[in-house]
């Protein structure tokens, strides 16, 4: 449990983080983080809100450059790529967005056609073709011709997974799939991940906080705490596991090496009390 | 702004320090803007892929100014009109308004006035649109499949101003004249022939219309590029976009004013 890197790991990893330090308007968010995206498996990353695992994926997709440390994807070591190697890698990831990001102004459909159309000269049926597949795997077949401001949250962000996954990427990026998904889309979008995974082969990594769905779908879990990995390992490990760190996460506590407030005066002489008092 | 030209940098932009609050923070912001222009340019080879977009956007600029342009052009022109046969009739050269109306008109109100009710019409509506896709993530979005947003949304949308503008201040002129004529022929009572023929042997093809064409390419150019930079740096907030949409009218007035002189004075 103290080695950061699980087990799993022995098959060439993917995504390779090593020594990774960043600083976001002062405040550290990763003081020497190392994980390995095993190739062909979902890895779920955890921890606290504002832990910074949805900046861990945009240091992986090249969005944000790091203060220091590598970051591989797929061979590559993504701070030191020009914009157009960092595109050409793009082309092979899929991200979903927290907030789904759809483009307004396209209907369902050319949304999820709209990666195909940008990099493919593909014929209009098959492009049809692919998007409707999609679109069914998610259970939208029957949104396609609705404008994305017509959609629930929850709808949005299915179509946002089609979206990412209508090129068939070597590499997905979940920014929390779950958020606003009610039990039955759930339980499909869960199908999904796994079923890519398996039947394509493609690696996932999903940033989530409900470890109930993610010990369903994850191969592998890194506990992210206090700008380091705080614990890793499948998640029947975590859950049994007796770190400070998972105890608290997965118990849900208040107490414990994560604080629950955020940093603050004290609050006695915050409500005006003499300090004393409390 | 090393934001927007470096993907590597965060993609959203420092926080919104509402009004430029210094002299430095202004020039900081000219030279932004400038690199910004660079960033757009480089990126137009790449949107010659994306034809149709650009052909989208010089019809919403475009096209659709059309009616406030037109309107404006022919009230222009009437007061133009009204106004110079005034004047013109205190000397008794009344003869003179279809030359004096559209050599102004060529020279300087089609080219400014035009632009002034651009920036207005279409930069503010692709400030507010780029600032929402910013908001939104949909330039994120764009990054992250691959496709350039400077390609895709940037430079589409200052062709589109720099195609757009002379067409516009072209018509705007068309009804100006038409305005004027209204005006001194139709109601004021000149002499239709002496109208055209005074105006068609004084106007030079190159030396006013063609000068006016220039600026008007230069002043679509200043306002698409102060629009879609206002939009593309605003903070992703309503309050970021609301001050974005301000300072691209406030911004594009003064500098199509002030280049409106330097370009006067060396096309002269």
Known sequence: MSDPRPAAAVSPALVEVRGLRTTLGGKVIFDGVDLDIPRGKVAAIMGPSGTGKTTLLRHITGQLAPDAGKIVVDGKNVPSLSRNELFDLREKIGFLFQNSALLTDFTVFENVAFPLRQHMKLPEDLVRNIVLTKLQAVGLRGAAELMPSELSGGMARRVALARAIVRDPMLILYDEPFVGLDPIALNQVLRLIRTLNDTLGITSVLVAHEFAAVSRVADVVYLIAGGKVAASGTPADLARGDSPWTRQFFGGEADGPVPFQYPARDYAQDLGFPASTR | ?268
């Not at chain 2, 137009?44 to 406030?68: D, H």
């Not at chain 2, 940037?154 to 004027?180: D, E, H, Q, S, T």
Request: proline share 4%; hydrophobic share 55%.
């Open chain 2, 1 to 268: 702004m090393s934001s927007v030209l470096d993907p590597k940098k965060p993609t959203t932009p420092a926080p919104s320090r509402g009004e430029l609050s210094s002299l430095g923070d202004s020039i900081a912001q000219v030279g932004a803007c400038a690199l910004f222009l660079l960033a757009i340019l480089a990126a137009v080879p790449k949107s010659l892929r994306y034809i149709k977009e650009t052909i989208r956007q010089i019809w919403f600029t475009g096209a659709m100014s059309l009616v406030i342009i037109m309107t404006c052009g022919l009230f222009v022109g009437m007061v133009l009109g009204l106004q110079l046969y005034y004047v013109l009739s205190i000397f008794g050269g009344t003869a003179a308004l279809g030359t004096v109306v559209s050599l102004s008109l060529y020279r300087e109100l089609g080219p400014v006035v035009t632009a002034l009710l651009f920036a207005g019409r279409a930069g503010t509506s692709i400030t507010a649109e780029i600032g929402l896709m910013r908001a939104t993530d949909q330039i994120a979005a764009m990054e992250m499949m691959a496709v350039d947003p400077m390609a895709y949304v940037a430079a589409p949308r200052f062709i589109a101003g720099v195609i757009a503008m002379p067409l516009l201040a072209c018509v705007f002129n068309m009804l100006g004249i038409f305005g004027a004529h209204l005006v001194g022929v139709s109601w004021l009572g000149l002499d239709n022939g002496t109208f055209w023929s005074n105006m068609t042997s004084s106007v030079d093809v190159w030396k006013d219309v063609v000068n006016g064409v220039w600026k008007s390419c230069a002043f679509g150019a200043v306002v698409a590029l102060i629009a879609v930079f206002q939009g593309y740096t605003t903070p992703p907030t309503s309050e970021g976009v609301a001050y974005a949409t301000t300072r691209t009218v406030v911004f594009s007035s003064i500098v199509v004013l002030a280049l409106d002189f330097v370009m006067t004075a060396f096309l002269m």
